[in-house]
Every structure is written in C-alpha cells, then in structure tokens.
C-alpha cells in the first residue's frame, strides 16, 4: 500500500483537489442559474434544463483535468479532443439547426423578454402567428393559438424573428422553491 502512495500520491492529491474545486464552481453556477431564474421569474423547467447544462459542462472540464493530472500528455489529450470534437461536429452539421436551437435556448434562458403565459404575435411573411407560450424548451417553444392549435415553433427562429407582446400573463410556478 505505501508503495502504490508513493507512486501515485500527487496524482491522488490533484484528483482531489481538481474534484473539489469543480464540485464548488458547480454549486456556485448552480445558485447562479438559480436566482437567475427567480430573479427573471423563469419557468422550473428551464431552471433545471440550464443546471443540466452546466453539468455537462463541468464534467467536461472535470475529465480533461483528471486526465492531465495523471499525467496523459497534453499533445495526446488535444488530438483526442480534437478528433471527439471533430466527429461531434460532422454530425451536428448534418443536423446543424439543433446545434443552433440548443445555442439559442441558452440565449434564451438569460436574456428572453417572453415569459410562459405571455401571448405573443410573430411577424412572419408567410405565417404570422399570434399564439400564447406554453413552454420554453431546449429546441423549440410551445405556443397554442386561441383556436386551439398546438405549434412548435424553433428557438433560433424565434430569436431571428420580429415579435411583440399583445399580453403579459403572470404564472406563478408553484415548484419554483422546489430546486
């Protein structure tokens, strides 16, 4: 057992380090995404849906430097990220547009003047729709109409799109506390 210490001590120390420093960077983001969704009175949905975002990117960050830490080389860890990245980017340029509606739902989620409940009218040549939010997602909003009609509409369009507000409507989301 001392051996394997001896050996493997400062690889076993920057683990720790690097998981607890990435383990407080995480919570801080999280109380961040928190009352940013309270302050901005955002949907518990979309709450959580940005907290999954910041997972996922912590445990990013978290693997590279658990890998560097044990000492891969940085030459071999740029060409495996390299290649994952390049792999990942031929297939999301196949299916550029979900790319871009995951981009623009975390636009969104900070700087989204709509508000779930809000009827909304968007000005589009060839289909104006007047309709009210349902539900923010990370690809797409829901609207429903006043006949009735369910609409998905894309978050990147959505932000490329001139839309007013034809009426505030004020939800209050019971779970909000429950994060």
């Known amino acids: 057992m001392k051996e394997f210490w001896d050996i493997n001590s400062a690889g076993i ?11 407080l960077f995480r919570l801080m983001l999280r109380k961040l995404a928190k009352k940013t969704g ?3 009175g955002l949907n518990l949905t979309r709450t959580r849906l940005m ?27 740029t060409i495996i990220f390299s290649s994952v990245f390049a792999v990942v ?18 636009i969104m989620f900070f700087s989204f003047p709509y508000k779930i409940g ?3 009218k968007i ?17 797409h909003l829901h ?5 009735g009609e369910f609409i998905t509409y894309p978050n990147n369009l959505i932000l490329q799109k001139a839309v007013s507000i034809l009426e505030k409507e004020v939800l209050i989301d019971e779970g909000k506390d429950a994060l």
């Open 118 to 120: 809000d009827k909304i």
């Open 51 to 77: 907290i999954r975002y910041i997972n996922l990117l912590i445990y990013f960050i978290g693997i590279f430097l658990l890998l560097l830490a044990w000492g891969v080389e940085v030459e071999k860890l």
């Open 38 to 40: 309270r302050i901005e």
């Open 13 to 23: 120390i920057y683990s720790l380090v690097i998981i607890s420093v990435l383990y």
């Open 143 to 147: 609207l429903r109409t006043s006949e």
């Open 89 to 106: 980017g031929v297939a999301l340029f196949a299916t550029w547009s979900i790319l871009s509606n995951i981009t623009s739902g975390v």
């Open 123 to 139: 000005h589009d040549k060839e289909m104006p729709i007047e309709a009210y939010i349902e539900d923010i997602k990370a690809f």
